[in-house]
């Protein structure tokens, strides 16, 4: 077993650093599992072991995960960012659905925002949400980020006031990954790349992050065909070439104050 990646483009992958497994031979007393240079096996030959069981949750090939939260606690799949200290979500079964509390911890910061996700495992993926404000909602935003760490990540932000969807908007965090922050300073300040306003009275909308190696795209509906917001946006500010780091990029969904 050994650590890897799986490049879009020469330097670039935002999946996080993975575990791969290949055979490995002895050459003048040194394990060897790939000539140099050579790009690691998509598949290999299988030893003739056993046959076992398929995993309940694949993590390899083209995945799917789709969770309409009717189940009482959270699939293990959903993580979030540091240690939380106190309980911000709550699933209702009742509902199908997962409530967020809007908290003045942000994405930006180096605080446990509200914010639930699941790892980016593709190069190419698709990932949507559906977001619904409560009536007694007031004055905050909501919606689905894809997240590297607090200073490289995107963000479709929803304005919510009284119940009401109001504005849409793509953020860009700072480019930096607060190091001065961490030593006291002022966290990075995000920047809105494009906006657009909702339609009057909307109280509901469906957010889709769709990537393709190094382009990344949003898109919105309130109703018939998604919407592109903005233009195409580039995937390599999330990568671990630019953004540092091993862990990947995350895809969830956030609230805040």
């Known amino acids: 077993m050994f650590l890897a990646c799986q490049p879009y483009q020469a330097g670039f992958y935002n999946t996080g650093r993975q575990t791969f ?3 490995v031979t002895w050459t003048d007393g040194w394990p060897v599992i790939l000539p140099p240079n050579t790009p690691v096996p998509l598949t290999v030959k299988k030893p003739n072991l056993p046959a076992g069981k398929a995993p309940a949750v694949p993590s390899t090939g083209n995945i799917h995960f789709t969770d309409n939260f009717d189940s009482d606690t959270l699939d293990f799949r959903w993580i979030g960012l540091r240690a939380p200290v106190s309980k911000w979500y709550v699933i209702s079964k009742t ?31 698709a990932c949507t949400v559906t977001l619904k404000a409560q009536p007694e909602t007031m004055n905050c935003i909501a919606g689905l980020a894809a997240f590297q760490n607090e200073g490289h990540y995107y963000a479709m932000n929803v304005k919510i006031d009284s119940g009401r969807l109001t504005e849409i908007a793509v953020e860009q965090s700072a480019g930096t990954a607060g190091r001065g922050f961490r030593q006291g300073g002022q966290p990075p300040q995000p920047k809105i790349l494009t906006s657009q306003m909702l339609p009057d009275k909307t109280v509901s909308v469906d957010l889709k992050i769709e990537g393709q190696g190094p382009t990344i795209r949003f898109f919105y509906k309130t109703g018939g065909e998604f919407i592109p917001l903005g233009q195409d946006f580039q995937a390599s500010f999330l990568s671990t070439e630019t953004a540092g780091g091993f862990q990947g990029v995350t895809l969830g969904m956030f609230a805040h104050k």
């Open 21 to 23: 497994m290949l055979p």
């Open 95 to 125: 509902d199908k659905a997962l409530y967020l509390e809007p908290r003045s911890e942000l994405l930006s910061g180096q605080g446990n925002p509200s914010y639930l996700a699941v790892r980016q495992q593709n190069n190419d993926f």
